[in-house]
């Protein structure tokens, strides 16, 4: 197993896991997510299922508890339902035995439909307890749901390292990448760039700085496109403002002013914590629409 970053696309992610590069599903990755990724990916499905519509989106749910609470029920609720005749909206009901969940039962946990006794018991018992915190996650394929077919919901349980494998075997999870500066992409757990060695924690401090120097000069110079570096005198500071190959004035005649300079040179000290080994070329990465 290998800490790393996973994503699909520009559609999820991207998240910190953990898996096994070998075990591979057509190609794709299998990843176990710790809880706050978990949570994360559940918030960007609910979103996804918000803007296209449940009907042709997967979503995850994370429900907690504590290891003494007394059973629960939860409604989670979806979109409308293709094949009712009467208008209606889908959901499910989530049981919780989180005492058995402590204990590894598999009969901890249940998934049927929503009836009204359902509701009832879920608006009267919510989680309490002293006990240990403990959560599991639920992954709802709404297109399935009405067809009555009994994979289209299903509990996922923490492993033996507190991890949720979620969309293993499933989807189309794919290493996320980091971008170097000298512009060769990596995936997440390579900690240096093999086209010219930076380290992945230089090149994001880089890039952060970058996009903060800026901001701070576009503010005069919208075409502004890279600065020139230089630390002779052992403090970095920026000797040249570029567009697009031409130099841009800094003196009176030009767009900037002492100010705009000075805030752009603390922007880019405090970003490089001092470094001796400032000078040279930094562009500015694309400033986001």
Same mark, same amino acid.
């Given at each position: 197993? &290998?800490?790393?970053?996973?994503? %699909?696309?520009?559609?999820?992610?991207?998240?910190?896991?953990?898996?096994?590069?070998?075990?591979?599903?057509?190609?794709?990755?299998?990843?176990?997510?710790?809880?706050?990724?978990?949570?994360?990916?559940?918030?960007?499905?609910?979103?996804?299922?918000?803007?296209?519509?449940?009907?042709?989106?997967?979503? &995850?749910?994370? &429900?907690?508890?504590?290891?003494?609470?007394?059973?629960? !029920?939860?409604?989670?609720?979806?979109?409308?339902?293709?094949?009712?005749?009467?208008?209606?909206?889908?959901?499910?009901?989530?049981?919780?035995?989180?005492?058995?969940?402590?204990?590894?039962?598999?009969?901890?946990?249940?998934?049927?439909?929503?009836?009204?006794?359902?509701?009832?018991?879920?608006?009267?018992? $919510?989680?309490?307890?002293?006990?240990?915190?403990?959560?599991?996650?639920?992954? %709802?394929?709404?297109?399935?749901?009405?067809?009555?077919?009994?994979?289209?919901?299903?509990?996922?349980?923490?492993?033996?390292?507190?991890?949720?494998?979620?969309?293993?075997?499933? *989807?189309? *999870?794919?290493?996320?990448? *980091?971008?170097? !500066?000298?512009?060769?992409?990596?995936?997440?757990?390579?900690?240096?760039?093999?086209?010219?060695?930076?380290?992945?924690? $230089?090149?994001?401090?880089?890039?952060?700085?970058?996009?903060?120097?800026?901001?701070?000069?576009?503010?005069?110079?919208?075409?502004?496109?890279? !600065?020139?570096?230089?630390?002779?005198?052992?403090?970095?500071? &920026?000797?040249?403002?570029?567009?697009?190959?031409?130099?841009?004035?800094?003196?009176?005649?030009?767009?900037?002013?002492?100010?705009?300079?000075?805030?752009?040179?603390?922007?880019?000290? !405090?970003?490089?914590?001092?470094?001796?080994?400032?000078?040279?070329?930094?562009?500015?990465?694309?400033?986001?629409?």
């Amino acid at each position: 197993m &290998i800490e790393t970053r996973v994503c %699909i696309d520009n559609m999820l992610g991207p998240f910190d896991c953990k898996l096994d590069p070998h075990n591979r599903w057509n190609g794709w990755l299998s990843p176990h997510f710790p809880l706050d990724a978990a949570r994360k990916l559940a918030d960007q499905t609910l979103r996804m299922a918000d803007e296209y519509g449940y009907d042709g989106v997967d979503t &995850i749910h994370v &429900i907690e508890g504590r290891a003494d609470s007394q059973e629960t !029920v939860h409604i989670i609720e979806g979109g409308p339902s293709r094949y009712s005749e009467e208008p209606e909206d889908l959901a499910v009901a989530v049981r919780i035995n989180w005492r058995a969940l402590e204990r590894g039962s598999d009969a901890a946990t249940s998934i049927t439909d929503a009836t009204p006794k359902a509701r009832k018991a879920a608006r009267r018992r $919510k989680p309490t307890g002293r006990g240990a915190r403990r959560a599991v996650a639920v992954h %709802i394929r709404w297109m399935y749901l009405d067809e009555g077919s009994d994979t289209a919901a299903n509990v996922i349980r923490p492993d033996r390292e507190g991890l949720y494998a979620i969309g293993g075997w499933e *989807w189309t *999870w794919h290493f996320a990448s *980091w971008w170097c !500066v000298c512009g060769a992409g990596t995936d997440w757990h390579e900690t240096e760039c093999g086209r010219c060695g930076l380290s992945r924690e $230089k090149a994001l401090l880089l890039t952060q700085t970058a996009r903060k120097v800026g901001e701070v000069l576009h503010r005069l110079a919208p075409g502004a496109t890279a !600065v020139l570096l230089d630390s002779m005198d052992g403090v970095p500071h &920026i000797a040249a403002v570029f567009a697009n190959g031409t130099e841009l004035s800094t003196g009176d005649d030009g767009p900037f002013d002492t100010e705009t300079l000075g805030e752009a040179d603390v922007a880019l000290r !405090v970003g490089l914590d001092g470094s001796q080994n400032a000078s040279g070329l930094m562009v500015f990465p694309a400033c986001d629409d």
